[in-house]
């Protein structure tokens, strides 16, 4: 990991990582609580998230590379980043919307729909969570876009597949966070555009002279419901499935040209 951070960094590019001591998760499905206990499924502690995290700080710290962790999920991965960020170090973590929505309950009934990589959490954690996305120490907001189809999902929770869809409902889930007020809908827009751009080093995701006019035009307050089998991919697996939302993108353009 170390010379992959240094080789990375020396071609001016950010390493993007999946944070778990795979070590504590091996052969695990679930965290480890009082639902993956009531249902009987393997489980692993949320700290092996952090584990993960403090090593690959470290590393950053000896390399000076950045790193970007693609999801975070735990109370104590946040504090390793926000402590990371307030020391100078080049670290920036992501989420998505089901681990601010949803914690660990939403297995209940072994619904495979809710079975992610990472696991969902217990409430303290998705807590933490929320306030990591207020308090700016989240950077990019994430469709965690992994469709399984029913082969891997319509099987007992052990032997399914890890994975939602999860780009369609983005939006909708992002502006629903603006309404409770947990952000504004200028940051709901660096997470989902600015900041994932300047990671890549892609010259989008802003409205600046010279960029590229890539446009939506958005109703935010369009109603609908989520509805798995509305969803474009045949695999249109969501735990969020029935969920009445608000904000439809009504036309797009890609630099400059309309083309919905």
């Given at each position: 990991?170390?010379?992959?951070?240094?080789?990375?960094?020396?071609?001016?590019?950010?390493?993007?990582?999946?944070?778990?001591?795979?070590?504590?998760?091996?052969?695990?499905?679930?965290?480890?609580?009082?639902?993956?206990?009531?249902?009987?499924?393997?489980?692993?502690?949320?700290?092996?998230?952090?584990?993960?995290?403090?090593?690959?700080?470290?590393?950053?710290?000896?390399?000076?590379?950045?790193?970007?962790?693609?999801?975070?999920?735990?109370?104590?991965?946040?504090?390793?980043?926000?402590?990371?960020?307030?020391?100078?170090?080049?670290?920036?973590?992501?989420?998505?919307?089901?681990?601010?929505?949803?914690?660990?309950?939403?297995?209940?009934?072994?619904?495979?729909f809710a079975k992610l990589s990472p696991p969902l959490r217990q409430?303290?954690?998705r807590q933490a969570a929320l306030a990591a996305l207020s308090d700016?120490?989240?950077?990019?907001?994430?469709?965690?876009?992994?469709?399984?189809?029913?082969?891997?999902?319509?099987?007992?929770?052990?032997?399914?597949?890890?994975?939602?869809?999860?780009?369609?409902?983005?939006?909708?889930?992002?502006?629903?966070?603006?309404?409770?007020?947990?952000?504004?809908?200028?940051?709901?827009?660096?997470?989902?555009?600015?900041?994932?751009?300047?990671?890549?080093?892609?010259?989008?995701?802003?409205?600046?002279?010279?960029?590229?006019?890539?446009?939506?035009?958005?109703?935010?307050?369009?109603?609908?419901?989520?509805?798995?089998?509305?969803?474009?991919?045949?695999?249109?697996?969501?735990?969020?499935?029935?969920?009445?939302?608000?904000?439809?993108?009504?036309?797009?353009?890609?630099?400059?040209?309309?083309?919905?």
């Open positions: 990991m170390a010379r992959l951070l240094a080789y990375v960094g020396g071609l001016g590019m950010t390493t993007t990582v999946h944070a778990e001591d795979e070590g504590l998760t091996r052969n695990a499905v679930a965290t480890r609580g009082e639902m993956a206990f009531r249902l009987g499924l393997a489980s692993a502690p949320a700290i092996a998230e952090a584990m993960a995290v403090s090593r690959d700080i470290a590393l950053v710290e000896e390399t000076g590379a950045p790193l970007h962790f693609r999801q975070l999920t735990t109370a104590k991965a946040f504090a390793l980043v926000r402590d990371a960020k307030s020391r100078g170090l080049p670290v920036t973590c992501g989420i998505s919307p089901a681990h601010l929505l949803l914690s660990d309950v939403a297995l209940g009934e072994w619904r495979t409430e303290e954690d700016g120490t989240i950077d990019v907001l994430t469709s965690g876009h992994d469709p399984r189809g029913p082969e891997d999902k319509r099987l007992p929770f052990a032997d399914a597949q890890p994975g939602m869809a999860g780009a369609e409902s983005l939006l909708a889930l992002g502006l629903g966070l603006v309404r409770d007020g947990v952000i504004t809908i200028e940051r709901l827009f660096a997470l989902l555009a600015a900041n994932p751009a300047k990671l890549l080093g892609v010259n989008a995701g802003t409205l600046t002279v010279g960029a590229e006019a890539d446009l939506i035009l958005i109703d935010i307050d369009a109603p609908w419901q989520i509805d798995s089998r509305a969803m474009p991919g045949r695999a249109g697996n969501t735990p969020f499935d029935g969920l009445p939302v608000q904000g439809r993108v009504k036309a797009l353009w890609k630099g400059g040209r309309r083309i919905t």
